[in-house]
């Protein structure tokens, strides 16, 4: 994947990111393929420039896609 996304938009992802609605799904898959939970969002959405309450929170995964992610991720460029 992150080759395919160089390729495309010329720079290699470092993490992946998902969001898990917790009143439907577990993350069950997610926690078996050592994805990170990061917490959970508050349940809130946004339409163009508008912020609104759906009170359908989610819980945050993410899985890096290389060992030194923290440290390219906190590299100021």
Sequence with gaps: MPEDWN???G?????????????RFIGTSYKAGNWTNLGRTLGKGRCGMKY?????????YVYPL???YLRILRCPR
Excluded at 16 to 21: I, Q, S
């Design 11 to 23: 720079y290699r992802p470092v993490l992946l990111e998902t969001f898990v609605d917790k009143g």
């Design 7 to 9: 390729s495309y938009y």
């Design 66 to 68: 290389c060992k030194d």
């Design 52 to 60: 609104f309450i759906h009170n359908r929170p989610k819980d945050i």
